[in-house]
């Protein structure tokens, strides 16, 4: 039995516990907040828990195996840094740090005691992602082309960190994973319109093949949209995330192109053929990584969205916030 405590019981940490508390193999054993009046709510939710304000008594708690940390970003390192070096497995929240320094040390300090770190990119444990990793592993839609998505909603307005930081991290995370090539270089235009922090972007992300990612964040759109097309050379791929049936159709549409002995001549005919959607896993994402993260831990597996995982992220994202003072220069990664 994993024991496993968590910490921040905002926005995210109660969908944390909950699904903790579902796993057979594991064991809820206590949630940390700073607000005494959330503690109330969750002893009443789980009479047997212990409940705390402070962290310290979690992390050196000889009962707790693992710690599930569900805090703003600029908390995350401390946490796990401590969490860590009192011998506890560590499951953070996206992302994974601040900075790529305070990711790679970590890294180095699981590997040296021997501990698991999970990421939590959500997103992965999607049926709708795992059927995108299985399309594109299985050569469907071809050598591709681009990956383009939209991320756009009113707010959620985030003190300590900006609309890159906040919503990219999901399609950063899920490029990282469906896409086999690793990118080279990113570049990043935004717009503060309040507190400093830029509240719409978008951001350029370069392969070293003719692959190109871009990716639209904003949080002033008067309407919500997550969208994300994945354009091969044999098929493409639209993935509407809002759709609660068809989240994912398959075009038989492309490009073909024929060269003759002068670039001038060139032909390029345009194929259209039939549309399909696959039927996808519609089980809890979150439910899902829990599971695998217990599994982890007990059976000493290495993650697919381990440290590293989450440090490719924060490159990406550190690397965002440097074109963005150089207003769009790219930035090698």
Partial sequence: MLNIGVIGYGYWGPNLARNIGSIESASLVSVCDLNPDVLKRVSGIYPNIEVTTDFNEIISSPKTDAVAIATPVFTHYELAKKALEN??????EKPFTSSVPQAEELIELADKKNLTIMVDHTFLFTGAVRKIKELISEGVLGNLYYFDSTRV????????INVIWDLAPHDFSIM?????EKPT????????HFNGKENIAYVTV??????IGHFNVNWMSPVKVRNTLIGGDKKMLVWND???DEKIKIYDKGVEVTTPESIYDLLISYRSG????PKINQTEALKLEAEYFVDCVTNNKTPFNDGMAGLRVVKILEATNKS?????ETIPL
């Fill in 324 to 328: 963005l003072r150089k207003r769009g």
């Fill in 242 to 244: 809002l759709e609660s």
């Fill in 185 to 192: 270089a990113v570049a990043a235009t935004g717009v503060s």
């Fill in 176 to 180: 990282d994973y469906v896409v086999e």
């Fill in 87 to 92: 011998g506890k497995h560590v499951f953070v």
């Fill in 206 to 211: 370069y392969f070293p093949n003719s692959m």
């Fill in 274 to 277: 039939d549309v399909w959607s």
């Fill in 153 to 160: 909603n009113l707010g959620l307005f985030q003190h300590d």
